[in-house]
Every structure is written in C-alpha cells, then in structure tokens.
C-alpha cells in the first residue's frame, strides 16, 4: 500500500531546553488510513502533528510526504488540511467565508470557490448555515465548519489536532461516527490526535501510543488492547483499569499473597514481578469459605457489576467486573480464585515479559 | 426535632411578614439609606464637577470683568463672536489636524510595534518592555526630553541633518514644523499605552487561527489584513477613541514646549482657553472655549459608542 506519510527518527528538542519533546518517532502511514496518535497530555502528541504540518520544525530525523521530504517544505506546499481542537473558525466570517478563506488565497475562480464550498458543506449537512456567523452555531456544527474547511482544500491528508474534546460526551459519540463516515466517503488519511484512548480505539486503523517523549507502541487497536508492550500500554486501554499487582516468582507460580497465586507453565527467574490482570477476567467465587478478599464498593451497571476488592492480607486493591448481577454487596467475602489470563511485567522497566493469552495459544499449537 | 422543625418554619413565616412590612412601611427608611451612601460621591462631584461645568455655562452667557465676575448677559453673542473669530477658526482647524494626526500616527505605529513585539524572537521581552515605557514618563520629563532633540543647535536632529549636510530645520520656530514636532512627541507619549493594550489584544488572537493561515496558504501580510486587525478591530477602536479625545484635551507638552507659537501655530483649543482665562483676563469668552470644546468631545464620545456597539458584535 503506497504510504502517504513516513517518519524517520524524528526528534524534536526545543532551544531553551536539553530534553528532547519527541525522541526517535518512526511512523509511516497508509493511504486512506485512520491513524491515530494518541497519549495523556504533554506527550508530545500535538508537537508531533505540527511538525507534519510544517508548523514547528523538526530537530532531526526525516519526514516524507508522498515519498518526498519534506523536512524543509512550507506549511502550504505539504498538502494536507488541519483541523483544530478550538476549530479554528474566524468569528467575524459567516460560515461560507469561513470555508472559502482559505481557497481565495490559492487565487481560485470565483465559481470553483463557490462549487468547492458548496460540495464541502453539503458534505457535513451545514449548507442551510452558509450565511450564519460562528457564534450562532452549536459545538458540534462549528467543528462541521471545520472539517468542512478540510474537505474544500482538497488535501488528501488531514491532520486532526483533538477536534471532539471541546464537545459534550453525547455529540462527541455521534461526532466519532460522522467523522469515520466521512473519512471513508472522501479516502481521506487521517492523522488524528487524541488523549481519549476510547476515540483511539473505535476510530483507529492503527494506533500509536506516545508516552514520556517516547512511542510505546504502534498496532492496530486490538493487538494492542490484546498484546500490551508494557505497564504503560496496559494501563491506558480499557475502563475500569487494568490491576497492576505485585507478586512474587518462585515454585512455578506468582504468588500475590498467602491465599492468591496464579500458576504458569513457564520459567521465570525467582523474584519481583508486576501481574497485569484486566478487571473481567478475574475468576470470583462469592464464598465465605476460603476467602481472600473483601469487597469495598460495588456498582451494578445492569449487564455487569463493577466492584472494587480490598485483598486480605496484602491489602493490595484490586478493581473486578463481573457479569450477570452476581449477587455481592459492600463488604463481603470473596475468593478470587484466578485469572483466565494475565500478563507479566518487568517491575523495573515496565516491560511485557509474559503474556498468559498468547502463550496459551502456542501452547495449543504446538500440541497439535 | 419536630418540635425544633416547627419553630423554624414559625420563624420563616413570621420574617416573612416582616419583609412584607418593610417593602411598603420603609420607603423613606430607604431613600435615607440611598442617600448615605450616595452623599459623599455626589458631594464631590457636585463640588468639583457639577458646579464648575454650570459656572461655565453660566459665564459664557455673561461678560465679565477681569477676576471673572459676571456683568451684563448677552446670551449666545459670545459663541457666535468666536465662531466668527479668524483667530479662533484657525485655532480649532489646528486642532482638528493635530488631533487628526495623532490618533492615526498613534494607532498606525502602535498596531506595528505590537505587531513586531508578538513575534516569538529571542530577547523580545526587552523590545515589549522598551515599547511600554513610555507610559512611566511624565509630560515635564517627555517635553524637556524633545526639547533637547529638536533643539537648533545642541539638538539631535539638526547634528544629524549637519553631518548629512541636509539644511537644518528650524522645528519649533517654524509653525508647520513645529506642529511636526508636537505631533511626533505626543504620539510618542501615547505610544506606551497604545502599545500595552494593542499587544494585549494581540495576545488574545488565538494561534490556531494563524497555523490554519499558514496551511492554507495566506501570505503573512494577508494573515495580518484578514486575521489579525478585525480580531482585534474593537480594541483598536476603543484606543483611537480615547487617543482622540486625549489628544483633544492636550495642554503640557503644548505649553512647555512651544507655548502655542510660533505665530499661534501650535495655539489648539485647550490652550487657547488657558490664555484667555488666565493671561487675558477674557473669563467669558474662555467659557465659551470650553463649552465648545465639551460639545466636540461629546460628540466623539458619542459616536464611539454608536459605532462600538456596531463593531463588537461578532
């Protein structure tokens, strides 16, 4: 598949400061892909966008567009739109003005402007506000105006810089959807910033994890919700978290305490580890017999129960989700019996070194 | 509890009928209370305001003596004497070109330095600081300060025009350059302030509106024609207006540097009034000045708030 967007080893230092914002970025993306860079803010997320779009410039490493640099390239010579978080809309324009600002600098005919701004805001349902002001639109329609400002330039690539964080929960949801829609309708590639892992994970064709100046890891949503890299990866997909335990290595199991222990067929040398244990893949027993832990608060959400549990002896937390209604209340005995699968961390670097599910898997490959 | 309960919702009702008193009882009680609090404010105004601004409606109405007594009353002869006054006519058309001038200059290069202060460059905190200074610089210091620079020989700018074997320029006894001379350190007075909340607004711009710019494709001077000037477009207004009328009510630097010569040149209306109350003994007639003088800037005033409650309603 041609790739529309290449970067190579891109860093990015800022004058002022000896640490780097970004360090080493290597990403390509696809032609009509939705590619989406997502971490908690401060990551460098953002500053990574502007340098694709020529905004800030790159400290070292090489940017391809089209298969040609363009480290050196003005913003306008790269071909790409950008749609911001505060969109970015003139308050003074009506929204036509608003879409047509841009194509009149390119020196258009007056009716090429006219077909192109029609076309773009046809496209995001808004041509009935054509002669409204900003001010008089909704959230949700002033981020249309946006994009429809992206679609009326023509780029094949657009770079979006968290343009639903400024809406409510409910139109966000809608907004994820219409902008999927569109991407597919129009082949856009996306270039799409967020620090909400959900957008990533439903929006995504691929996604790369930025964390401490530094990408984590770069998969399609799945494998990485599936194949965590490392404690951070782990941690920042899912809802409720996943639960970091410390355990202890020896005997062919980790134990976690006196009562609570998950066996693996596989060595490791004896010591410190960090289990990675996701909230609904616990298996919980309600019993008073054996018990190894203590619930603290409990949430029926209809279809499941979210559950926070104290471990005894340990008294490390822990967050479950069970299924079905299973009938517990605050303060009850449970036993945790074990995990249908888990995932082992370096306790030191945070690193993957085990992943229950996939050795699993291998195991049963070899077998047959 | 119950009982504690009852003798809440008691209380309630009972300062229920309390309140209803008190609106119907206690107007008067009220109007004492307005009155208090008002009084020291209306005081002062009254003293220093009211009073001086009917005196002087009420001597442009009269003739007076030489300390200012009112002797025979003669209407509006007054205002239209001075309108017919040459002398007068050329001192207002003065103004009008001084203040003129002075708003624009101000505005113009104010919006550039702010401009050139809001590029992010090294060492930009030292032009930003160097740009407002001039808002700590009082009119005696400025004045003197000019002086010394338009001053024949001694000065700057003639040194300079020598070693350029230009002709020296004689500014502050030439009338049109002395008007020169006057307008550039007004403007550079109004400058600081001009900068500080021009800057300030520039400040507010938000950058995405430049980075969606720059993708797009819009030349810088197009960015600053189309983005920048109408975002900050009410801010502007609001500085011209109040440059305006300062300009209008100019009198130090005036009187410091040139006295309002050579040749009535530079004589604009605040200090015509000035001469002929306190150095002509013409009471009356620096009345009518002034009366004319609130009017004008009345009417500026006015239309900054027709045109500014047009211009910010994006």
Not at chain 2, 214 to 241: R, Y
Request: a positive charge; one cysteine or more; proline letters at 3%.
């Amino acid at each position: 598949m041609p790739m529309a967007i290449e970067l190579q080893d891109i860093t990015k230092v800022y004058d002022d400061g000896d640490q780097p914002v970004l360090s080493h970025v290597n990403m390509s993306v696809n032609d009509g892909e939705f590619f989406v860079i997502v971490g908690p803010s401060g990551c460098g997320k953002s500053t990574l966008l502007r340098m694709i779009a020529g905004l800030i410039s790159i400290s070292s490493g090489k940017l391809f567009i089209n298969g040609t640099q363009a480290n050196d390239l003005p913003p306008k010579d790269r071909k790409l739109s950008m749609v911001f978080q505060s969109y970015a809309l003139f308050p003074f324009m009506n929204v036509y003005d608003n879409v047509a600002f841009g194509l009149k600098a390119r020196k258009m005919s007056e009716k090429e402007v006219k077909d192109r701004v029609d076309h773009a805001l046809d496209m995001v349902n808004l041509t009935k506000f054509a002669k409204r002001k900003p001010r008089a639109l909704s959230g949700g329609q002033r981020q249309r105006v946006a994009l429809a400002r992206a679609i009326a330039s023509d780029a094949k690539v657009c770079l979006m810089d968290e343009p639903l964080s400024n809406l409510d929960a409910q139109l966000r949801a809608r907004m994820r959807l219409e902008l999927r829609d569109l991407q597919k309708k129009l082949g856009l590639t996306v270039i799409y910033v967020t620090h909400d892992q959900v957008e990533a994970m439903t929006m995504a064709d691929r996604v790369m994890v930025l964390h401490d100046h530094k990408v984590q890891q770069l998969d399609t949503p799945i494998n990485i919700y599936k194949n965590p890299k490392n404690e951070f990866v782990a941690q920042f997909f899912g809802t409720p978290q996943i639960n970091l335990l410390s355990a202890n290595f020896s005997n062919r199991e980790f134990k976690i305490n006196n009562s609570f222990s998950l066996p693996v067929r596989r060595q490791f040398d004896d010591g410190q580890y960090t289990i990675g244990i996701r909230p609904n893949e616990f298996n919980v027993e309600v019993t008073q017999k054996g018990s190894n832990a203590r619930t603290r608060e409990v949430s029926y959400l209809g279809d499941k129960t979210v559950a926070t549990a104290e471990i005894l002896d340990g008294g490390q937390i822990v967050r479950l989700v069970l299924n079905n209604q299973v009938d517990i209340a605050e303060d009850n005995l449970i036993k945790i019996t074990g995990a249908k699968q888990f995932y082992v961390f370096d306790s030191k670097t945070g690193e993957v070194l085990f992943n229950e599910r996939e050795a699993n898997l291998n195991a049963t490959i070899t077998a047959e | 509890m119950q009982q504690s309960l009852q003798n809440k919702a008691a209380n309630e009702s009972s300062n229920l009928k309390l309140k209803a008193n008190s609106t119907t009882a206690s107007k008067s009680k009220d109007g004492w209370y307005v009155a208090l609090f008002l009084g020291p404010s209306l005081l002062l105004l009254g003293i220093f305001v009211f009073y001086p601004m009917l005196k002087t409606f009420y001597l442009s109405m009269f003739l007076t003596n030489n300390v200012g007594k009112a002797t025979t009353f003669v209407g509006f002869s007054n205002y239209l004497s001075l309108l017919k006054n040459p002398a007068y006519l050329s001192s207002l058309g003065a103004t009008l070109i001084y203040v003129l001038a002075v708003s624009a200059l101000t505005v113009i290069i104010g919006l550039l330095l702010a401009v050139a202060a809001n590029q992010q460059l090294k060492g930009i905190k030292i032009f930003r600081t160097l740009f407002s200074s001039t808002m700590g610089v009082s009119v005696s210091v400025a004045a003197i300060f000019w002086l010394f620079v338009f001053n024949p020989s001694v000065g700057v700018l003639s040194q300079l025009s020598t070693a350029l074997h230009l002709p020296v320029i004689n500014w502050l006894t030439d009338p049109t350059f002395a008007m020169i001379a006057i307008i550039i350190s007004t403007v550079w007075m109004n400058l600081g302030f001009t900068f500080l909340i021009l800057f300030g607004a520039l400040q507010a711009v938000p950058t995405s509106l430049y980075e969606a710019a720059d993708i797009a494709g819009v030349s810088k001077t197009t960015q600053l024609f189309k983005i920048t000037i109408p975002m900050i477009s009410p801010t502007m207004f609001f500085v011209l207006i109040v440059t305006l009328i300062e300009a209008f009510k100019s009198f130090g630097l005036i009187d410091m540097m040139t006295a309002g010569g050579p040749n009535n040149a530079t004589n604009l209306l605040v200090y015509r009034i000035y001469q002929d109350a306190f150095l002509n003994g013409n009471f009356a007639q620096a009345s009518t000045e002034s009366i004319i003088l609130t009017v004008i800037i009345a009417i500026f005033t006015l239309i900054q708030f027709k045109l500014l409650g047009k211009r910010v309603n994006y």
